[in-house]
């Protein structure tokens, strides 16, 4: 079964954010994400969803995503 490319760009986004390639208190922008894994913003957005249930991001308005430590 064919991944999707949201799944695909999760793999790679919570890898890089397990693996300290995004350092804890980073702040991420859709903009910079989608060209660091050369996709639209809209994968990202639905991405960044995931990420934030998981505890893995913290979303600011006016501020931005951030990556969170890893306990």
């Known amino acids: 079964m064919a991944r999707t490319l949201t799944e695909a760009v999760y793999d ?7 693996n300290l ?8 922008s859709e903009e910079r994400l989608a060209r660091r894994y050369e996709v639209s913003r809209a994968p990202i957005r639905d ?8 505890e893995l991001v913290l ?10 430590p890893i306990s």
């Open 59 to 68: 979303v600011k308005p006016q501020v931005g995503t951030i990556i969170m």
């Open 12 to 18: 790679r986004l919570r890898d890089d954010i397990i």
């Open 21 to 28: 390639r995004l350092a804890p208190g980073e702040k991420v």
């Open 47 to 54: 991405v960044v969803q995931r990420l934030l249930q998981e």
